[in-house]
């Protein structure tokens, strides 16, 4: 899958462009912050190829792997 693809697809399970108010990649997961975490779609980022996904309140974290700063790259020129 595209890189730009895989960003799509994470930001769709994440709510969408407006749902997300901070992104940041950290090695092997892609850190950010949500504005209404009940639109997270844990599915749907699995289905993106997330290994798992951490949920503290509004701050999420996608485990992705080493891809996690250039998707998290791709995620804030959408932005």
């Known amino acids: 899958m595209a890189m730009a ?6 930001v769709a399970g994440l709510g969408g462009l407006d749902n997300i108010e901070e992104v940041e990649g950290c090695i092997t997961r ?4 949500v504005r209404d975490p009940a639109l997270v779609d844990d599915a749907a980022l699995k289905a993106a190829g997330a290994h798992g996904v ?3 309140g509004t701050a999420i974290q996608v485990v992705i792997g080493t891809d ?4 998290a790259a791709e995620i804030e020129d959408m932005m």
């Open 5 to 10: 693809s895989k960003a799509e697809k994470i």
């Open 30 to 33: 892609l850190r950010t912050e």
């Open 54 to 56: 951490v949920k503290m």
């Open 68 to 71: 996690a700063d250039p998707i």
